[in-house]
C-alpha cells in the first residue's frame, strides 16, 4: 500500500506557475506508475499526465503539452508536477495518483491509490 500526500495548490495570475509535489510514503516509490489527474466541480476526474518508470515514458494531455512537466526524486519518494503558461481552464484539484507498474495510469479506472486532492486556482 501507498499514502500519497500533494501539496503545492494555491492561487495564481493566468500565465503564472505553480509545482505541486505529491510525497509517497509505505511501499517503495519506484513500484508503482504514477500521474496526475484534476477535477473541476459537476465533472469527471480527468487525465493530466501518466509516467512509467519502465522505459521512462512519460504521457500528456493534449490540454497540457507544452506547458506542464512532470518529475520525480526517487530518493525523497516525491512526485512533482510544474505549471507554467498557467489559464483559468486549469482551475481545478489536483490529484496524485499511483496504480500497476508498467502501466500508462490514463483512466481513472487504473488507479489503486489517490492523494487528497490539492486546488490550483488561476485567475484571468
Known amino acids: 500500500q501507498v499514502q500519497l500526500v500533494e501539496s503545492g495548490g494555491g492561487l495564481v495570475q493566468a500565465g503564472g506557475s505553480l509545482r505541486l509535489s505529491c510525497a509517497a510514503s509505505?511501499?517503495?516509490?519506484?513500484?508503482?506508475?504514477m500521474g496526475w489527474f484534476r477535477q473541476v466541480p459537476g465533472k469527471e476526474r480527468e487525465f493530466v499526465v501518466a509516467?512509467?518508470?519502465?522505459?521512462?515514458?512519460?504521457y500528456y494531455a493534449d490540454s497540457v503539452k507544452g506547458r506542464f512537466t512532470i518529475s520525480s526524486d526517487n530518493a525523497k519518494a516525491t512526485l512533482y508536477l510544474q505549471m507554467n503558461s498557467l489559464k483559468p481552464e486549469d482551475t481545478a484539484v489536483y490529484y496524485c495518483?499511483?496504480?500497476?507498474?508498467?502501466?500508462?495510469?490514463?483512466?481513472?479506472?487504473?488507479?489503486?491509490?489517490w492523494g487528497q486532492g490539492t486546488q490550483v486556482t488561476v485567475s484571468s
Open positions: 495518483a499511483a496504480g500497476p507498474l508498467g502501466v500508462f495510469l490514463k483512466s481513472t479506472s487504473q488507479i489503486a491509490y
Open positions: 509505505g511501499r517503495t516509490f519506484s513500484t508503482y506508475s
Open positions: 509516467i512509467r518508470w519502465i522505459g521512462g515514458d512519460i
